[in-house]
């Protein structure tokens, strides 16, 4: 197998198999099967996987419904995870079961955080004003009115 230049990015099949260990890990997740003390009653989202080439780790990134899990939460993860990589092994078809490592899912928190600055009073200045009516997209503009004077480009 060739080896890819730095910064060309994942393969196909590293993102083909990060998508299906998410899934095999969501599904884990949804059915309850999390027996660790500090996991019980929380919902945690796998939102993203990454792999890395050799397909032999995989980096997960994990929230709980939309808020940061614990450190507790965090090292009971860890805890879990000679389960988890059984779990895979039985859905994934790979020929080892993956070291999964646990990330928190930061991606909520900083589109939070770009909304409040794209909102501050010194920024919004420097934004095309919204769209007032319904139906008009960026870049459209609102009708004139029929008292305005026409435009003409040879000014």
Do not use: W
């Amino acid at each position: 197998m060739a080896k890819h230049p730095a910064g060309s990015g994942p393969s196909q099949r590293m993102l083909r198999v990060a998508e299906e260990v998410r899934h095999a890990l969501s599904s884990v997740f949804t059915r309850g099967e999390i027996r660790d003390e500090d996991l019980l009653d929380i919902r945690i989202t796998v939102t993203e996987v990454r792999a890395s080439p050799d397909l032999n780790h995989m980096t997960c990134f994990v929230s709980a419904l939309g808020r940061r899990l614990s450190k507790e939460e965090m090292d009971g993860l860890k805890r879990i995870q000679p389960f988890l990589r059984s779990q895979l092994a039985k859905s994934v078809r790979l020929r080892f079961a993956p070291q999964l490592h646990f990330q928190q899912d930061e991606a909520l928190e900083y589109a939070m955080k770009i909304d409040q600055v794209m909102r501050r009073p010194e920024v919004a200045q420097d934004l095309p004003p919204r769209p007032e009516k319904p139906g008009l997209s960026i870049g459209d503009t609102a009708p004139k009115s029929a008292d305005a004077e026409p435009r003409t480009d040879d000014a």
